[in-house]
């Protein structure tokens, strides 16, 4: 009797294109990177010469405090693109130069981004053979990101380079007359950067939440 052939196991269409989409960055991240791409962008289309900034015939020693203050405010407005950017020059240069520092604000943004924010609800996060809820998984990253900040060298790096930057920023502001500015056509607050930093950064939080929140209830 001849015997009956075996039988190979079969896998689904629908199973392999689960597959295929659990590999590589989902939606929500790539929304977020294609988010700040485009805030990168816009904001260094929207900055000042560099030129205009160091233009050393604009100099001159503010008059009081007061006028100081005025000044700060008026060339902040004008030249707040370029402001940020030597801000987070100075923090990457901070960051450059205290490697230990880099690594473990890496560790942590990666953290953040692929355990939590970006992280599908189901499968839940197994970790060392434990399983951890979403509550857990987000307690555990609040511990995580006080010990960084406050009980390493890390809070120290980011406290000094953002010191030193403002310190420059506001030196530099008060020490530039803005009278040959053209205040009048000034972009919006909500532009360039400062878009990541509110609207832009509530957007795409939004999208990453959204699928979580979904497949949550």
Not at 41 to 56: I, K
Not at 196 to 205: D, E, T, Y
Request: glycine share 6%; with cysteine; aromatic share 10%.
């Amino acid at each position: 009797m001849a015997s009956s052939p075996a039988i190979l196991p079969i896998t689904s269409q629908s199973t392999a294109a689960d597959t295929t989409q659990q590999i590589g960055p989902t939606p929500a991240f790539r929304s977020f990177i294609n988010h700040i791409s485009t805030t990168v962008q816009t904001g260094f289309a929207n900055r000042r010469p560099w030129s205009e900034l160091l233009d050393r015939s604009a100099f001159s020693k503010p008059e009081s405090i007061s006028d100081a203050t005025l000044r700060i405010r008026k060339n902040y407005t004008y030249f707040r693109i370029n402001y940020l950017s030597l801000l987070a020059v100075v923090l990457a240069f901070s960051l450059i130069t205290n490697p230990f520092s880099l690594l473990t604000l890496s560790g942590l943004l990666a953290a953040w981004l692929f355990l939590y924010l970006f992280r599908p609800s189901d499968p839940p996060l197994v970790l060392f053979g434990r399983q951890f809820s979403e509550r857990e998984t987000l307690g555990l990253l609040i511990v995580s990101t006080v010990v960084v900040i406050f009980l390493t060298s890390v809070g120290a790096v980011l406290v000094s380079a953002l010191m030193v930057g403002l310190g420059i920023v506001c030196t530099h502001a008060a020490f530039r007359a803005p009278e040959d500015l053209f205040l009048d056509d000034i972009e919006s607050p909500a532009t360039g950067f400062l878009s990541f930093l509110s609207g832009g950064a509530a957007n795409a939080a939004a999208v990453a939440v959204a699928p979580a929140v979904a497949a949550r209830v």
